[in-house]
């Protein structure tokens, strides 16, 4: 089992993760003009904050008395969620979701890393089940980017 410093780290780097995502889904839901991509990608900002919260719940139980609460831009660049402001210029639907989905593509591996990483079991559920719909938002925008090509 890991110790209490370890499992801390884990949950501030998930937070992280999540909060890039929040944000990436918040930036491209601005700025994609179909009605359904907004809403998908405004659902998935607001999942990301309901699963920040979660997190910090969590690391608060370990003795985080102050959880990660922002993401870092250097450690944004380096998960994937790039500064978007280049794509969304041009509206076009097809590259806003390919950067969506390289932005999902190092959450998954974050949350994959973490469901291996022997936490607590009570932590493990909550990290798998957040995994699971990740993986599954990851999916959905990967076929939703696909689909853009030959539409």
Known sequence: MKEQKEIISVLDEL????????????????????????????????????????????????????????????????????????VFTGGDEHAILAECERGEDSAVEEFQKAVNDDLPPALQEVVSRQYAEIKAAHDRIRDLRDASKTG
């Open 15 to 86: 937070i992280e993760t999540l909060k890039d995502g929040q944000h990436g889904y918040k930036q491209a839901a601005e700025h994609v003009s179909d009605p359904k991509l907004k809403s998908l990608f405004r659902d998935y900002s607001d999942q990301r904050s309901r699963f920040v919260t979660a997190l910090q719940s969590e690391a608060r139980k370990f003795g985080d008395d102050k959880p990660e609460d922002d993401s870092s831009a250097a450690g944004a660049l380096h998960r994937g969620w790039i500064d978007l402001k280049s």
